[in-house]
T-cell receptor
Framework: GAVVSQHPSRVICKSGTSVKIECRSLDFQATTMFWYRQFPKKSLMLMATSNEGSKATYEQGVEKDKFLINHASLTLSTLTVTSAHPEDSSFYIC?????????????????FGDGTRLSIL | GESVGLHLPTLSVQEGDNSIINCAYSNSASDYFIWYKQESGKGPQFIIDIRSNMDKRQGQRVTVLLNKTVKHLSLQIAATQPGDSAVYFCAENRAGGGADGLTFGKGTHLIIQP
């Protein structure tokens, strides 16, 4: 259970192109999803929190007009990198957390997709 | 600066031995901590978690220990196997019921020697 699917897994495109990445929770519903960015041999950095039916919350320093987030349903969030440039090349990873509370009193953990490797030429 | 960090970037252990991966955090308001395993080219995989009102939780071959006094978190893996080779991240959830995203530590690369 708790499978998160991310698509595409890899994108190579020219500078100036806009790229859309999809994040789906396959077997659970998620009011909240998260988008992270990871550079080679580095840790994950939270970019934004995606909320179903409302605007995303962006972390400090993340341009909301550059990274458009849409969370139109309880199982799908999308991240669009607009007018991508080489400095946007990175590994983008989404996560989702099940809405259903756990029975043991702990938080529902975030489950991650397998990431999208974006390369801008 | 970062509120979660790791003591060692690489840890090498013999197959079958136990391993301990350490993590220090600085945000005393954090109330939930998670360990993730990340294999090359993949997303992080949930291993085990713990709340701030606990000091120990056990799973299958894994144990997480939390010492709030010194803000220290550790992951113990028993009887390591080749498949345990990966980068391990600790992560903390900012206090607030789990609605916020996670702050990740730098990661420890665990290498299992045959």
């Amino acid at each position: 259970g708790a499978v998160v699917s991310q698509h595409p897994s890899r994108v190579i495109c020219k500078s100036g192109t806009s790229v859309k990445i999809e994040c789906r929770s396959l077997d659970f519903q998620a009011t909240t999803m998260f988008w992270y960015r990871q550079f080679p041999k580095k840790s994950l950095m939270l970019m934004a929190t995606s909320n179903e039916g409302s605007k995303a919350t962006y972390e400090q320093g993340v341009e909301k007009d550059k990274f458009l987030i849409n969370h139109a349903s309880l199982t799908l969030s999308t991240l669009t990198v607009t007018s991508a440039h080489p400095e946007d090349s990175s590994f983008y990873i989404c996560s989702a957390r099940d809405n259903v509370p756990r029975g043991d009193g702990l938080n529902q953990p975030q489950h991650f997709g397998d990431g999208t490797r974006l390369s801008i030429l | 600066g970062e509120s979660v960090g790791l003591h060692l970037p690489t840890l090498s252990v013999q197959e079958g031995d136990n391993s301990i991966i350490n993590c220090a955090y600085s945000n005393s308001a954090s109330d939930y901590f998670i360990w993730y395993k990340q294999e090359s080219g993949k997303g992080p995989q949930f291993i085990i978690d713990i709340r701030s009102n606990m000091d120990k939780r056990q799973g299958q071959r894994v144990t997480v220990l939390l010492n709030k006094t010194v803000k220290h978190l550790s992951l113990q893996i028993a009887a390591t196997q080749p498949g345990d080779s990966a980068v391990y991240f600790c992560a903390e959830n900012r206090a607030g019921g789990g609605a916020d995203g996670l702050t990740f530590g730098k990661g420890t690369h665990l290498i299992i020697q045959p």
